[in-house]
């Protein structure tokens, strides 16, 4: 990961020394700090601002985040020189798709369904890959889903 990447994550350096980087790793981290200082939430928020004071975030970084990377001493100051001026704040990850229907228990119905359609795509020459991928966005499921519940009734081998 270059620099640019590192930053827009979320890392910050905590040590120039050691090359030490890390960034928030919680969307709850204020409440995590307050419960390890024996504090208040709100003791972390200077008077008329809406974010925690940066130094707080920074000593969470430093103490509790358990997102740490190590690089070389120049490539943390490069990120350093980087972010100067940036706030720290929680990054979320990048959200991941869950088809609609995804951990839901299949019903007899649905399973009946899905057999029948498998059958239909079958006879009409639909190449397995390609049948999968549409039964998979048909019954709003992932396609392993599909392909694990076509082996157990028989229709594919894998």
């Not at 981290?29 to 024996?38: G, P, Y």
């Not at 690089?71 to 490069?78: F, I, V």
């Not at 972010?83 to 007899?108: C, K, L």
Request: charged share 30%; aromatic share 10%.
């Amino acid at each position: 990961m270059n620099i640019e990447q590192l930053a827009a994550k979320g890392y910050r350096r905590i040590s120039a020394k050691h090359g030490t980087v890390a960034r928030i790793d919680r969307p709850d981290w204020v409440d995590v700090l307050a419960e390890k200082l024996r504090r208040s939430p709100a003791e972390f928020y200077l008077p008329g601002e809406t974010r925690p004071a940066e130094h707080w975030a920074e000593h969470y970084l430093r103490c509790f985040s358990k997102d740490v990377w190590s690089m070389s001493p120049d490539e943390a100051r490069e990120l350093r020189r980087y972010t100067e001026g940036m706030r720290t704040s929680y990054v979320p990850p990048p959200e991941t798709y869950r088809p609609p229907h995804h951990g839901e228990p299949w019903t007899a119905a649905r399973l009946r369904a899905l057999y029948d359609t498998a059958r239909d795509f079958r006879s009409e020459g639909v190449d397995a890959d390609s049948a999968i991928k549409d039964l998979a966005a048909i019954f709003g499921r992932t396609p392993r889903a599909v392909e694990l519940v076509l082996e157990r009734m028989g229709v594919i081998t894998l």
